[in-house]
C-alpha cells in the first residue's frame, strides 16, 4: 500500500522560498501512472490544489501560484518536492502531498506539515 | 476555473440522523466530483469518487448522487465517528477546485 510523507522546514521567513519534500513508500513513484500532487490548507479554511508532477516530469500549476512554484521529482530517491517563492504571510498552511491517476480523485495523501512564514 | 459550492455551511444533528449535503459546480462537471471527509488534525479521506462510487472500505452509510452540476453526499444514519468537515472536489477540469466545506457537529 503506498504512503506519502511530508518532509521540510515548519518555519520560513517572508520573501524566502518554501522547500518541502514527499517520500513514496510501498510503492514506484515511476510506476502505476500516477500524478503526484501538493495540495494546501489555510488555517481554518478550503483546501487548494497547487499543482501535479507526473513522473516523466511533466507539470501542471494553479495559475493562480504558478509564477512562484515548481514541483520536481527525483525517481532514485522516490521523492518529489515544492519549491514556493517569495513567500508572504499569507502562504502559512499545512502543506500536503497526495496522489491521483488521471481523471480521478486524490486517493492517498500524506499526513500534512503546517508551514509557518514568519520573520 | 470552476467554483465549486456547498450547502450548508455548517449545522448539528444527532447521531442516528439522516443528513444531506450538497455541491454545486459553476459549470457542467459530468460526474467527475469526489467526496471527502476530514477531522482536525487529519488529512482529507476519500469518501466517494465518480459523484456515486464509494471508495474501498467506506462505511455503506455514505452515498453520492447527482451529474452536471448539483450532486449530494448523503449520511443515511449519522455516527459519532461522522462528525466533521466534507469537501467536495472536481477533477473534470486539471485546475482542481474544492468546495469550501460542510461542518458537521453534534446538536
Known amino acids: 500500500q503506498v504512503q506519502l510523507q511530508e518532509s521540510g522546514p515548519g518555519l520560513v521567513k517572508p520573501s524566502q522560498t518554501l522547500s518541502l519534500t514527499c517520500t513514496v513508500s510501498?510503492?514506484?513513484?515511476?510506476?502505476?501512472?500516477?500524478?503526484w500532487s501538493w495540495i494546501r490548507q489555510h488555517p481554518g479554511k478550503g483546501l487548494e490544489w497547487i499543482g501535479y508532477?507526473?513522473?516523466?516530469?511533466?507539470?501542471y500549476y494553479n495559475p493562480s501560484l504558478k509564477s512562484r512554484v515548481t514541483i520536481s521529482v527525483d525517481t532514485s530517491k522516490n521523492q518529489f518536492s515544492l519549491k514556493l517563492s517569495s513567500v508572504t504571510a499569507a502562504d502559512t498552511a499545512v502543506y500536503y502531498c497526495?496522489?491521483?491517476?488521471?481523471?480521478?480523485?486524490?486517493?492517498?495523501w500524506g499526513q500534512g506539515t503546517m508551514v509557518t512564514v514568519s520573520s | 476555473a470552476i467554483r465549486m459550492t456547498q450547502s450548508p455551511s455548517s449545522f448539528s444533528a444527532s447521531t442516528g440522523d439522516r443528513v444531506t449535503i450538497t455541491c454545486r459546480a459553476s459549470?457542467?462537471?459530468?460526474?467527475?466530483l469526489a467526496w471527502y471527509q476530514q477531522k482536525p488534525g487529519k488529512a482529507p479521506k476519500l469518501l466517494i469518487y465518480?459523484?456515486?462510487t464509494l471508495q474501498s472500505g467506506v462505511p455503506s452509510r455514505f452515498s453520492g448522487s447527482g451529474s452536471g452540476t448539483d450532486f449530494t453526499l448523503t449520511i443515511s444514519c449519522l455516527q459519532s465517528e461522522d462528525f466533521a468537515t466534507y469537501y467536495c472536489?472536481?477533477?473534470?477540469?486539471?485546475?482542481?477546485?474544492f468546495g469550501p466545506g460542510t461542518k458537521v457537529d453534534i446538536k
Open positions: 497526495a496522489s491521483t491517476l488521471p481523471g480521478d480523485a486524490f486517493d492517498i
Open positions: 459549470q457542467g462537471i459530468s460526474s467527475y
Open positions: 508532477i507526473y513522473y516523466s516530469g511533466s507539470t
Open positions: 472536489q472536481q477533477y473534470y477540469s486539471y485546475l482542481f477546485t
Open positions: 510501498g510503492g514506484s513513484i515511476s510506476s502505476g501512472g500516477y500524478y
Open positions: 465518480a459523484a456515486s
